[in-house]
T-cell receptor, first 114, second 110 residues
């Protein structure tokens, strides 16, 4: 039973570039949420996707966008990268819009912006 | 004021010690709370949910005080394997959006 898988595991980009991160949810899950975790901080909620629509969004600028595909996998896109976007990006999946205790996190993608 | 505040530590304790972590939250309407554990360079994993009546799971006890908007985690008989960052989490009022504290670093030494 595959858990949440994210790719790539590490990524280095230059300021101003664009990046796409990918997430496959745990088998049986249909909801995907994305979090940003800066060094020494707790994860911060970016947005949540369910039925291919963005359902909730945290306090992140429009440079952060996402997509969910019919197979429930998801992408996070960040445009015009800033140094401050360097962080661990975590994908979490769950079944439906149920209780948060069912959230399962992937290993994350570590993004470095130089 | 931060939505979820934790003492970042670090806490350095010997094996067998009892250690307590505290956390405060600002959203009085929040319905659910959790403690997550995060090992170095790994993803967060759910440790336990927190209920007003208090709940215990082996060596771990969590407590919620709604009046004071305060959450605690008690670890008894600390093991080396308990070394990690402990994240206090407010589940808010809408499913799937978790608000994490900064995390408290625990190191258990021999």
């Amino acid at each position: 039973d595959a858990g949440v898988t994210q790719s790539p595991t590490h990524l280095i980009k230059t300021r101003g570039q664009q990046v796409t991160l990918r997430c496959s949810p745990k088998s049986g899950h249909d909801t995907v949420s994305w979090y940003q975790q800066a060094l020494g901080q707790g994860p911060q909620f970016i947005f949540q996707y369910y039925e291919e629509e963005e359902r909730q969004r945290g306090n992140f600028p429009d440079r952060f966008s996402g997509h969910q595909f019919p197979n429930y996998s998801s992408e996070l896109n960040v445009n015009a990268l800033l140094l401050g976007d360097s962080a661990l990006y975590l994908c979490a999946s769950s079944f439906g819009l149920g209780e948060a205790s069912t959230l399962h996190f992937g290993n994350g993608t570590r993004l470095t912006v130089t | 004021r931060k939505e979820v505040e934790q003492d970042p530590g670090p806490f350095n304790v010997p094996e067998g010690a009892t250690v307590a972590f505290n956390c405060t939250y600002s959203n009085s309407a929040s319905q659910s709370f959790f403690w997550y554990r995060q090992d170095c360079r790994k993803e967060p994993k759910l440790l336990m949910s927190v209920y007003s009546s208090g709940n215990e799971d082996g060596r771990f006890t969590a407590q919620l005080n709604r009046a004071s908007q305060y959450i605690s985690l008690l670890i008894r008989d600390s093991k080396l394997s308990d070394s990690a960052t402990y994240l206090c989490v407010d589940g808010g009022t809408s499913y799937g959006k978790l608000t994490f504290g900064q995390g408290t670093i625990l190191t258990v030494h021999p």
